[in-house]
């Protein structure tokens, strides 16, 4: 397994990781769950860093295929180097980062958008080495 396959499998584990903040914050907030509660939802109020875990958890869930299918594609079209293992480290840590940084409330230096925007950055290198290659 290369390092592009590597993080890409880092990412997955830890969008795939993500729910279990979620759950312990509304099992701690709302109890376990009970028969009654898979028909109608809970309305109860959760706290902050609950809906903060909820939306980094969906955060990752909706950048992870973009991110995967330029790997992937790299995988595909052979093309590896160290510019494409740096963007994988790159993404998968930004990502981390920005996990932490948003299911935390940390606002200062707007440090949520800028990991994100890291994390984007390395996104669009990668994809930017895969088209200047394929073109």
Known sequence: ??????????????????????VIGYVTSRGVLTPASYKVAP???????????????MNAVENFAPFAAVVLTG?????????????AATYFFARLAHALIHISG??????RTVLFTIGWIAFVAYAGVLLRHAL
């Open 43 to 57: 309305t109860s109020a959760l706290p902050d860093w609950v809906n903060r875990a909820h939306r980094a958890h």
């Open 75 to 87: 995988q595909a079209i052979g093309v590896h180097g160290t510019l494409t293992a740096a963007c």
């Open 1 to 22: 397994m290369n390092i592009e396959l590597a993080y890409l499998l880092l990412t997955a584990l830890l969008t795939g990781l993500l729910w279990i903040p979620v």
């Open 106 to 111: 940390f606002g200062l230096f707007k440090a």
